[in-house]
């Protein structure tokens, strides 16, 4: 079985579960999203993917066996996990040359994976004087080392600007291209929307969501904006339509007549409103975007604001 199989993983620490009995695949072939707001716990289960924390519960495969069942674990799995420390006088190059050789892997790997990293022309630049991004794409040519089957990538757009981000990724569509398996971990929805086939989303250590990211973008919801004066007939009417009223905070707080009707199309509110005899101020269908789904998906998970996420201003018309 190729692919990632991660199941029940568990992880405490000072008895605070950060890993919640986690259960998720990633296939080959496939770019996955690792998302979850801060603390959710990705980088731990990361870690432990490779060997780097041991998990109290549970197991995690990778192209069919445990890491640590690798007798060449970087010909298997590459993995970038924190930015590594490297001595700041030594080069890119030699970086790669010590780490090539205390893996016994061939030595033209580095050149190959200087190349596609696109840092050639820096490798012989001390690590002090990289900028965050040559030193992100240095930890991915590190990665890419023992040309890997499975990819487990920790943040990798950090410190990408925008140019370096479209850069990572084309890479990492052509790596899952080639069938290999690429999990790459973001507390960023927007940013891994375009470069993810599949979103493992977690919150507080556990599963909130496992899905392609076709079908998270279908799940955007459609509402409809509501301002009447007359908030009680407003209830009944959208009650006997078959509609239901969001007990979600009123999106503009500082009007009281809005309201954000489900289950019922502008024209039905409308229609049924007419016939009831209701006057509505306003009549607005909005979606809820994706970036607000996922937040709301991970309202609960977040470990620290200062106040509750503030809510889009309406957009009319419809986006
Ligand atoms: N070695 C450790 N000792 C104690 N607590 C830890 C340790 N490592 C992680 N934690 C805690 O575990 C929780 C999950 O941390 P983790 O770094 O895995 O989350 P994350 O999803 O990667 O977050 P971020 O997006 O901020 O990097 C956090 O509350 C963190 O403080």
Redo the contacts with the bound molecule.
Sequence with gaps: MGGINVRGLTKS??R?K??DDLTFDVHPGTVTGFL????????????MLVGL?RPDAGTALLAGRPYSDYPSPLRAVGALLDPGWVHPQRTARAHLDWLARSNGLPEDRVDAVLLMVGLSTVGDRRFGALSLGMRQRLGIAAAMLGDPEVLVL??PANGLDPQGIAWLRGLLRDLAADGRTVLV?S?LLAETALLADDLVI?GR?RLLQQCTTAEFTALQQTHVLVRAKDQERLATVVAEAGGTIDAAPNPRPVDPDIRLVRGLSAEEIGHAALQAGLVLHELTPRRRTVEEEYLRLTADSV?YYSRPPAVRPEKSPEQ
């Design positions: 620490y000072r605070q950060v890993v979850g707001p801060n603390g959710a716990g990705k980088t731990t289960t990361m870690r924390v920790d943040e971990s507390h977690i250590g470990e």
